[in-house]
């Protein structure tokens, strides 16, 4: 059982529309983090989210963290094809210093 | 820019060979991790090192081991390949101890145990 659940797994829409993954625990988070990972590549660290209700912009992106600190979503506005990739929620448990990682929404833009 | 590279990037191994598996990073980094990654599992910590010499258990330990003899390298060892070790392995480090702290990824290497 995974302790964070990605939602949806995979995802294909078309240029220019919107979308939105979602990062779901019944645990508590001291923060949590979004990475993207592109074929043939690592996981590149997105953002780090570390209070509860916070909300952070990069770009066409929007991060959330949830009130209770168990919960994220990442909305992506206006998608372009190099939007495209794996995209992970990782979260960082209260009571330790390792990372849980989701398992992963695949997004694909068509051009 | 942080490189963190990894010796191979496709490995194909017999059950029963003995595998490692070598990471280097260049910005001396404390923390070292390996991972491995498997479809809609996302990632899963086998082990890290917040130290040379020092090493801690991961989520999924069991059938691996590790080695960091210096800062920059630490490597992740098969001591007797399965069919079910076959997975796609990422290295990483960061600077500070805590999830807070930004982990720089390798590529990874994909290993195929047959």
């Known amino acids: 059982t995974q302790l964070l659940e990605q939602s949806p797994q995979f995802l294909s829409i078309q240029e220019g529309e919107n979308l939105t993954v979602y990062c779901n625990s019944s645990?508590?988070?001291?923060?949590l983090q979004w990475y993207r990972q592109e074929p043939g590549e690592g996981p590149v660290l997105l953002v780090t989210?570390?209070?509860?209700?916070e909300v952070k912009k990069l770009k066409r992106l929007t991060f959330q963290f949830g009130d209770a600190r168990k919960d994220s979503s990442l909305h992506i506005t206006a998608a372009q094809p190099g939007d495209t990739g794996l995209y992970l929620c990782?979260?960082?448990?209260?009571?330790?210093?390792?990372?849980?990682f989701g398992g992963g929404t695949r997004v694909l833009v068509k051009p | 820019d942080v490189k963190v590279t990894q010796s191979s990037r496709y490995l194909v191994k017999r059950t029963g060979e003995k595998v490692f598996l070598e990471c280097v990073q260049d910005?001396?980094?404390?923390?070292m991790f390996w991972y491995r990654q498997d479809p809609g599992l996302g990632l899963r910590l086998i082990y890290f090192?917040?130290?040379?010499?020092?090493?801690e258990k991961g989520d999924i330990p069991e059938g691996y081991s590790v080695s960091r003899e210096k800062k920059e390298r630490f490597s992740l060892i098969l001591e007797s390949a399965s069919t079910n070790q076959t997975s796609m392995y990422l290295c990483?480090?960061?600077?500070?101890?805590?999830?807070?702290?930004?982990?720089?990824f390798g590529p990874g290497t994909r290993l195929t145990v047959l």
């Open positions: 910005m001396d980094h404390e923390n």
């Open positions: 090192s917040y130290d040379v010499k020092m090493k």
């Open positions: 989210v570390v209070t509860g209700g």
């Open positions: 645990s508590v988070f001291s923060s």
């Open positions: 990782a979260g960082l448990r209260a009571a330790g210093n390792k990372l849980t």
């Open positions: 990483a480090s960061s600077a500070l101890a805590g999830g807070t702290d930004t982990q720089y």
